[in-house]
T-cell receptor
Framework: EPEVTQTPSHQVTQMGQEVILRCVPI?????FYWYRQILGQKVEFLVS????????KSEIFDDQFSVERPDGSNFTLKIRSTKLEDSAMYFCASNLGFGGNQPQHFGDGTRLSIL | DAKTTQPPSMDCAEGRAANLPCNHSTISGNEYVYWYRQIHSQGPQYIIHGLKNNETNEMASLIITEDRKSSTLILPHATLRDTAVYYC??????????????FGKGTKLSVKP
């Protein structure tokens, strides 16, 4: 069964450094999402992306964050200057099309640790 | 905020049916009910979804009340591997929303031998 894959599984970065998290969505999917989950807290929506542009973003997704689909398969989340509070699990998700009948499928996440 | 209310935790005996309730009294007519689960810190796993009819797949059954204000996820024969946090989510597709999921705290299901 097709799945969303994320790399790396664990990323350790010094505070203030830039980090790029990578995702390969399911191949025929058109809508892409990033979520994060701080340890012990809820899963939180960050951003949705369709047709090479951001569709919707949350308050968390400030100017330090950016997303890109650099080629036909990858979907990336960049944090420009990481802070301690960016430490979290980051999940990528994708779904086939727009509408309530299209479930999102998630990857297993990247654990980001900021030192 | 999440539009759903779920009990924080439930126990179930291995091999028995697990019935997980969810209240969504403010659901709108075009909003779907989705269920996901999360095992440890893995990515949320899609289970099932529905609009107003009951649904069944290889993982579970979803029973939605006629007024759509509540639903029940049924795992017919729970195993130890079904121990997870289960999320009931009402998914919107209007007002500019692209259908992002709003997670609550979910129900922590513990399946016991």
């Amino acid at each position: 069964e097709p799945e969303v894959t994320q790399t790396p599984s664990h990323q350790v970065t010094q505070m203030g450094q830039e980090v790029i998290l990578r995702c390969v969505p399911i191949s025929n999917h058109l809508y892409f999402y990033w979520y994060r989950q701080i340890l012990g807290q809820k899963v939180e929506f960050l951003v949705s992306f369709y047709n090479n542009e951001i569709s919707e973003k949350s308050e968390i997704f400030d100017d330090q964050f950016s997303v890109e689909r650099p080629d036909g398969s990858n979907f990336t989340l960049k944090i420009r200057s990481t802070k301690l509070e960016d430490s979290a699990m980051y999940f990528c998700a994708s779904n086939l099309g727009f509408g309530g009948n299209q479930p999102q499928h998630f990857g297993d996440g990247t654990r980001l640790s900021i030192l | 905020d999440a539009k759903t209310t779920q009990p924080p935790s439930m126990d179930c005996a291995e091999g028995r049916a697990a019935n997980l309730p969810c209240n969504h009294s403010t659901i709108s007519g075009n909003e779907y009910v989705y269920w996901y689960r999360q095992i440890h810190s893995q990515g949320p796993q899609y289970i099932i979804h529905g609009l107003k009819n009951n649904e069944t797949n290889e993982m579970a059954s979803l029973i939605i009340t006629e007024d759509r204000k509540s639903s029940t996820l049924i795992l017919p024969h729970a195993t130890l591997r079904d121990t997870a946090v289960y999320y009931c989510i009402v998914r919107a597709f209007y007002g500019g929303s692209q259908g992002n999921l709003i997670f609550g705290k979910g129900t922590k299901l513990s399946v016991k031998p």
